[in-house]
């Protein structure tokens, strides 16, 4: 295996100097060394061969033995030394102090093609920050994440990606629903990979504890290898650095809204510094189109996360940031200056982001109350997001009384349709037939261009759950059938029209496929 690793964070950032592994304060040290635990029968159950080759591995390489030890925490590379990175973070809005690498440790960086990889494997056990966790993690959540990290990339959303997939042969106890009902389950691990797995956290930590001196080491490492375009760092280049992540987040998190993606846990130890999809736990995709929703169990009362408020939880997560950075600055005006940029640039970028999942890409100045309309009109009975974007790209211009007909099948249940209801549709129709007149694309030309921004396949929850519970039963072939198909969302694949459905009313209320836990 003739990979080209590099050790510039553990070389480069302080350590902590203990180096037992028991749960601790750790002050003064970006990170912790520490080994992953050995698992009993490790298992390969798939990894994702394409992105391998973006890290130097070989297809010799995946088929080997060392490779399988290596990616469940039974082998440590000679000359790497493992590390979990210490952070804090507001969860749900409140300072929770020390977090950190919990139940992730990194385990080496990788340079390919001029690109900077870090792998690291999550539930390979525990760490100086497991706090009262065991560090593992399970197949169920395991799966989800290798699913989604990669169905993402595919679908044009920053995040971090996915390797593999892997059993570790032990069993696992967890509450899935902190309901008190603990049960064994399959223990996995996923390896994770990214440029870097900083997070607002990372320089929270050092902020909260006065500890301005590694905060200051910490983002000039930051700025040297992640955003050295800035230039040498200083009071300007901060100000810079603290724009561009502004900027990063404010474009992930249009993405999210274009797809119906809900994150579900956005804490800042959960928002990547650059800009990346980070810590897939209780997401869920948006079945009926619902501004309400939530994925998040420990967030059904408050809906804090709830997918229409992303974009001010993203504002209020930079707020958090912009403390942190706060004392290398020492000057408010700018950081406020670009706090309101992300207000505006939201509001801007999110028409935009609309107006192209709707084909309008000529200015009219009543496309916002276009927009609006029917956003309500999505409201006003269950109607499935994914498939209603994706039919009224088959609308032409000259046709507006069958638009009505083409949408039918985003709902959920066409009896809900009342006469009101569906003036309303035949309403909005007629105007967007009218809006339609302006642009001078042809009915092909705009329905190539909307299919390339609305996904016709998405990784719904229930899909995953029918991947998790055949993976339960030692049947991994629909994991496989459903990373081919997340490969390309944009495209019709007829075989696979299965899969652009509805989600079925079994799901409904189904574990796994409405609401998840944290430890989900």
């Known amino acids: 295996m003739n990979l080209n690793l590099k050790h510039k964070f553990i070389t480069e950032l302080p350590a902590d100097p203990i180096a037992e592994n028991t749960r601790r304060q750790v002050n003064e040290a970006c990170f912790s060394y520490v080994l992953p635990k050995k698992t009993s029968q490790p298992k390969l159950i798939h990894v994702s061969k394409e992105f391998s080759k973006d890290l130097g591995f070989t297809d010799k390489d995946l088929q080997s033995e060392e490779f399988l030890k290596i990616i469940t925490g039974n082998k440590v590379l000679e000359n790497t030394k493992p590390y979990a990175m210490c952070y804090g973070g507001h969860q749900f809005g409140n300072w929770a102090g020390q977090l950190g690498d919990g ?115 910490l983002v000039d490492y930051t700025i040297k290898y992640h955003f050295s375009h800035l230039g040498e760092p200083s009071k300007e280049t901060y100000i810079k650095f603290f724009n561009e992540v502004m900027q990063r987040t404010l474009d992930m998190i249009i993405h999210w809204q274009r797809v ?44 804090r996360y709830r997918f229409a408020n992303q974009p001010n939880i993203g504002l209020w997560n930079l707020y958090q940031l912009a403390n942190a950075l706060y004392p290398l600055i020492e000057d408010v005006e700018p950081l406020e200056a670009i706090l309101e940029n992300y207000k505006t640039g939201f509001e801007s970028k999110s028409f935009e982001m609309m107006k192209s999942k709707l084909g309008l890409f000529e200015d009219d100045e009543k496309d916002l109350k276009l927009i609006q309309t029917l956003e309500d009109n999505l409201h006003l009975t269950e109607t499935d997001m994914t498939i209603f974007f994706r039919k009224l790209s088959d609308f032409k211009k000259d046709n507006s009384i069958n638009g009505f ?22 309403d909005w129709f007629d105007r967007y037939q009218f809006r339609l007149e302006k642009e001078r694309l042809s009915d092909d030309e705009r329905q190539a261009k909307m299919n390339a921004v609305n996904p016709k396949y998405v990784l719904r929850n229930y899909m ?19 990373f081919k198909l997340l490969k390309n969302p944009y495209d019709e694949q007829p075989k696979h029209e299965k899969w652009f459905s509805k989600r079925p009313e079994w799901a409904r209320h189904k574990v796994g496929c409405s609401m998840l836990s944290c430890s989900s």
């Open 103 to 217: 139940r992730a440790i990194n385990l080496f960086d990788i340079e390919h093609n001029n690109k900077q990889w870090t792998i690291q494997l999550k539930g390979s056990g525990e760490t100086p920050y497991s706090r009262q966790g065991d560090g593992l993690a399970v197949l169920r959540s395991s799966i989800r994440e290798y699913l989604c990290s990669e169905a993402m990339h595919h679908l044009g959303v920053p995040t971090t990606r996915a390797l593999s997939l892997a059993l570790t042969g032990d069993d696992v106890l967890r509450d899935m629903l902190y309901d008190g009902n603990q049960a064994y389950e399959k223990g996995a691990i996923v390896s994770r990979i990214s440029p870097s797995f900083l997070r607002f956290g990372n320089y929270e930590i050092f902020a909260a504890r006065n500890d301005h001196k590694t905060l200051k080491t």
């Open 260 to 303: 119906g993606f809900v994150h579900g846990v956005m804490n800042t130890d959960n928002m990547s510094i650059l800009g990346l999809t980070i810590d897939y736990g209780p997401y869920g995709w948006l079945d009926n189109f619902d501004f309400g929703w939530t994925p998040n169990t420990t967030d059904a009362q408050n809906k």
């Open 405 to 426: 007909q083409l949408i039918q099948d985003a709902f959920y249940s066409i009896e809900s349709i009342t006469d009101v209801i569906k003036k309303q549709w035949y």
């Open 464 to 482: 995953a759950q029918l991947a998790i519970d055949d993976a339960n039963k030692g049947d991994y072939q629909l994991i496989d059938e459903l």
